[in-house]
């Protein structure tokens, strides 16, 4: 099972922020968060992960809580091509490596 | 430089066939993953491999379903006695190594009649 829990669906206006939250309350020493999306018929994209602190990089920003219990995507000037449903993934190296995808949250960009 | 490709982009087959899915990982990847993606779900882990090995077999549902890499790039993913309930996107991914990031490729979409 996910380790992570999203809102099932989220609006945004195009140009706006689109701040995504994710709880992962169990998350252990070891594990990253990661962040991917996945535009309608397309293969999950990756877009950010991080450790402990708060990560940027040229799609987003990652903003982790400082227990780590919860994280929140930032994208700071949605575009309409920005809908798709986004998964937060908890990973745990050294393990298995697999990801484990919840249901994500769709959003959605409105002109 | 190019991305991970998969063949076909779409499948229909019969119940009771065999189909070959094909991954072609970014070269350079060591490790590759196959996941299941249903509608309305997430995408589910099936098989992992670093080089030639599966390291990961844990998610494939049962045995009609088989993966191999045996030139350490290319995986080709086999469903023998094919039913409806295999109908799905099947997903690959590969990484440069096993702790790096995965990057998706678009996806094969099986419909079994």
């Known amino acids: 099972d996910a380790k992570t829990t999203q809102p099932p669906s989220m609006d945004c206006a195009e140009g706006r922020a689109a701040n995504l939250p994710c709880n992962h309350s169990?998350?252990?020493?070891?594990?990253?968060v990661y962040w991917y999306r996945q535009i309608h018929s397309q293969g999950p994209q990756y877009i950010i992960h991080?450790?402990?602190n708060n990560e940027t990089n040229e799609m987003a920003s990652l903003i982790i809580t400082e227990d780590r219990k919860s994280s929140t995507l930032i994208l700071p000037h949605a575009t309409l091509r920005d809908t798709a449903v986004y998964y937060c993934?908890?990973?745990?190296?050294?393990?298995?490596?697999?990801?484990?995808f919840g249901k994500g949250t769709k959003l959605t960009v409105n002109p | 430089g190019a991305g991970v490709s998969q063949t076909p982009s779409n499948k229909v087959t019969e119940k009771g066939k065999y189909v070959e899915l094909r991954c072609d990982p970014i070269?350079?990847?060591?490790?590759l993953y196959w996941y299941r993606q249903s509608l309305g779900q997430g995408p589910e882990f099936l098989i992992y491999?670093?080089?030639?090995?599966?390291?990961?077999d844990s998610g494939l549902p049962n045995d009609r379903f088989f993966a191999v890499r045996p030139e350490g790039s290319v995986s080709t993913l086999k469903i023998q006695r094919t039913e409806r309930g295999d109908s799905a996107v099947y997903l690959c991914?590969?990484?440069?190594?096993?702790?790096?990031?995965?990057?998706f490729g678009p996806g094969t979409r099986l419909l079994v009649l």
């Open positions: 991914a590969s990484s440069l190594n096993r702790a790096e990031t995965q990057y």
């Open positions: 169990t998350i252990s020493g070891n594990e990253y």
């Open positions: 991080g450790l402990k």
């Open positions: 993934i908890v990973r745990e190296l050294g393990g298995s490596e697999k990801l484990v």
């Open positions: 070269s350079g990847h060591t490790a």
């Open positions: 491999f670093q080089g030639t090995g599966a390291a990961d």
